[in-house]
């Protein structure tokens, strides 16, 4: 059995790595600061620290990770004014993306998304909050993939991951990160096709994340990377 997963993790691809690394990340499994050791990396993979590297490459580039001369690479640790600016590029996007799924939106989609709510709903009352998480981000990534411009889809993408940094580093433990009332209201506009009233219900749900924030540093303790990466992928 245990051969068996060490050749299930060698076949990983680049993407997979980079997806498992990311969603430890959105899902607050690696908290900001956390260092991701090339060494540790590999390991858990069974790949090479060069394929390692190439991909901690990547998702610096995104954002998401920096990278430390002399010290390696560290999930990232977003400060407050990075906190407003994403934030606000968010709200400038995610309002032109709803805006044009509005109009074009066919039942099927609203369907979609009903369902994807559907699920966000059930993860709540389990009470499992890192589903929830990360439901809610791909709920808003999905209304950019339904608009149809797989370029802005990609910024999102990028964005709604830093964003889920930021609630891991700012937000209060009294307020949710995405609340599901929200995100069905979004769905109804949708749903009549009400471009202008999906894009103030839009911007008014990230007004209200964005408010939740407490900006002030934290310390973040220690975590078992391989443990994390290795519950991520069961």
Known sequence: ???????????????????????????HRLPPGTKLGEDRLAAAFGVS????????????????????????AFVAQPSAREAREVFDARRELE???????????TPAQVARLRAHLGRELSAQAAGDSRAAIKLSGEFHVLIAQMAGNAVLAEMLGELVARASLIVAVFGSPRAPNCAADDHAALVDALRRRDARMAEQLMSAHLARIEGNLVLRDEADGPVDLVRVLTEIAA
Not at 49 to 72: C, D, H, I, W, Y
Not at 95 to 105: F, N
């Open 95 to 105: 309002r032109v993306v709803i805006g044009r799924l509005a109009r074009t939106a």
């Open 49 to 72: 620290r060069t394929r390692v590297r190439q991909v901690l490459f990547r998702l610096a580039a995104e954002k998401v990770v920096v990278q430390r001369p002399n010290r390696g």
């Open 1 to 27: 059995m245990a051969a068996t997963a060490r050749r299930k993790r060698a076949a990983l691809a680049d993407d997979a790595i980079a997806e498992r690394i990311t969603s430890a990340i959105v899902e």
